[in-house]
Nanobody
Framework: QVQLVESGGGLVQPGGSLRLACAAS????????MGWYRQTPGKERELVAS???????NIGDSVKGRFTISRDNAKNTVYLEMNSLKPEDTAVYYC???????????????WGQGTQVSVSS
């Protein structure tokens, strides 16, 4: 089995910062892209940021200049550093990873359970 477990969400005031972490565990042979998506009620899930196994980031336009994505391949962990948070950043944030488990040659798309980020005064 493969699991993604997120941590670090919570309530923060506008202009504040939060750091999300997502650790992948299980029978993992290799991980390609890892990323963060977010979703609010009634809207589709949108890409916030992603990062390749080599460390090349792709940041969404709505968070560019405020959010940073990084990963620790030794720990199978991806991070999202969120600065200058705005009320419109409020959402459930989901971790995503393209994982090749040890029991197959196929890559699968795995999701975390989501963590709530609320930006409010």
């Amino acid at each position: 089995q493969v699991q993604l477990v997120e941590s670090g969400g919570g309530l923060v005031q506008p202009g504040g910062s939060l750091r999300l972490a997502c650790a992948a565990s299980g029978r993992i042979l290799r991980i390609n892209n890892m990323g963060w998506y977010r979703q609010t009620p009634g809207k589709e899930r949108e890409l916030v940021a992603s990062i390749t196994s080599g460390g090349s980031p792709n940041i969404g336009d709505s968070v560019k200049g405020r959010f940073t994505i990084s990963r620790d391949n030794a720990k199978n962990t991806v991070y999202l550093e969120m600065n200058s948070l705005k009320p419109e950043d409020t959402a459930v944030y989901y971790c995503n990873a393209e994982v090749r488990p040890s029991w197959t040659s196929q890559y699968g798309n795995y999701w975390g359970q989501g963590t709530q980020v609320s930006v409010s005064s």
